[in-house]
Nanobody
Framework: QVQLVESGGGLVQPGGSLRLSCAAS????????MGWYRQAPGKQREQVAL???????NYADSVKGRFTLSRNNAKNMVHLQMDVLKPEDTAVYYC??????????WGQGTQVTVSS
């Protein structure tokens, strides 16, 4: 089973930036998409950004133009650069990896808090 380790969360002021990283280990040869979801208190988990192994990306409308997702296939890592952060971006961010087999793997989550 693929294991995921997330890093980079924290507290930032509105307008600031954070960079989240997710490293996959284990049987990574079957990985298709990598990306991030988030869940704010009292809300459902939502997709933030996804990237395929060929580099095609998909972003939620709420983060387009502010967040950038990149992937390093050689290192099995994905990075989410978050700029111009807003209080409504506050959530627990989860790394998600989907394999060609359909299996889905989740990270444990990292807290992002945007507050002055």
């Amino acid at each position: 089973q693929v294991q995921l380790v997330e890093s980079g969360g924290g507290l930032v002021q509105p307008g600031g930036s954070l960079r989240l990283s997710c490293a996959a280990s284990g049987p990574t040869y079957d990985i298709y998409t990598m990306g991030w979801y988030r869940q704010a208190p009292g809300k459902q988990r939502e997709q933030v950004a996804l990237i395929t192994n060929r580099g095609s990306t998909n972003y939620a409308d709420s983060v387009k133009g502010r967040f950038t997702l990149s992937r390093n296939n050689a290192k099995n890592m994905v990075h989410l650069q978050m700029d111009v952060l807003k209080p409504e971006d506050t959530a627990v961010y989860y790394c998600k990896v989907q394999e060609y087999s359909g299996r889905v793997n989740w990270g444990q989550g990292t807290q992002v808090t945007v507050s002055s």
